[in-house]
């Protein structure tokens, strides 16, 4: 590192997908230090199923598409020599990407870049392991909310929704709620870790300036009161045009809970669907930091 290069920080946003990582993610890069991105995908892509390739540390062979098609995304397609011409190991891949964001962000005289894929809460273990001195802030909302809301896009949107398949309502709502308790599974387990953090959805909404202070200070930057204002002019450019059930994030910040979960289901699914979230103790996930390793 050059001597007068500020050290990257390098942070994860995570968490279920329809509990507002968007919102949040929005809120952090309308600070004047943090550069966001469009949904990456890139630890999940490159972490291939087949065990044996795992073991050895090789990445899918989906990754180098993938890798480029980010490159294309961001609108930086001339970066494609930071990928070597041979790699074939998850290691190779991601200083490449790694070297991709902080590349960026130094371009725009940023301290701080913020990624934001809500799948990656699946493979924290390997990011962490990868990325040096990385942080992760976990998102986290009432089931019963993220439940109808990932009910009704998956509904809306089935093509860019195959892991949940529409149709048969029962069969639908069920992947939707083991989506969720197995999301808040896996933050429950980084409960207490250093660099990570956990934010209530229901707390942001309530209190954004109180939350949003609290995560400058988990990404050890000063608080900014225009990241409050200015928030939906970054989400329309994180935000892809195919994506429009993110559209709402422009909007003002609303609190109080949404009705979608009275209107898309009937009495006994809503007992059902209720029963099942509150197996999940979310006591635990309250919006905190845990101490820095740094």
């Not at 009937?266 to 996930?285: E, G, H, N």
């Amino acid at each position: 590192m050059e001597k007068n290069e500020v050290e990257m920080r390098r942070l994860f946003l995570v968490g279920c997908p329809r509990s507002g990582t968007t919102l949040l993610q929005s809120l952090l890069a309308a600070h004047s230090q943090v550069v966001s991105f469009s949904e990456s995908h890139f630890y999940n892509t490159m972490t291939t199923s087949r065990l044996g390739l795992r073991r050895l540390g090789l990445a899918s062979p989906r990754t180098r598409s993938k890798f480029s098609g980010f490159l294309n995304l961001i609108g930086h397609p001339e970066m494609q020599h930071y990928l070597p011409s041979f790699a074939i190991s998850r290691r190779q891949y991601s200083r490449a990407f790694i070297a991709v964001l902080d590349t960026v962000a130094r371009q725009q005289n940023k301290q701080v870049w913020l990624e934001k894929t809500p799948r990656h809460l699946h493979y924290i273990d390997d990011i962490r392991a990868l990325v040096p001195e990385c942080k992760f802030i976990h998102l986290v909302r009432n089931g019963e909310d993220v439940v109808a809301s990932l009910y009704e896009v998956v509904n809306q949107h089935p093509d860019r929704w195959p892991s949940i398949p529409a149709g048969d309502a029962a069969s639908c709502i069920d992947r939707c709620v083991n989506r969720w308790v197995q999301s808040i599974r896996l933050s429950l387990g980084y409960v207490g870790e250093p660099n990570h953090m956990m934010v209530r959805y229901e707390h942001l909404v309530e209190a954004p300036d109180e939350v949003v202070q609290e995560l400058c200070e988990f990404m050890g930057i000063p608080f900014e009161p225009q990241m409050l204002e200015q928030y939906a002019d970054h989400a329309a450019s994180l935000v892809l045009p195919f994506e429009t059930w993110k559209q709402s994030v422009t909007q003002a910040i609303a609190s109080g809970r949404e009705k979608k979960f009275d209107r898309l289901f009937d009495t006994q699914q809503r007992r059902d669907i209720s029963a099942r979230v509150a197996q999940m103790d979310l006591a635990a996930l309250v919006s905190r930091s845990t101490p820095s390793t740094d």
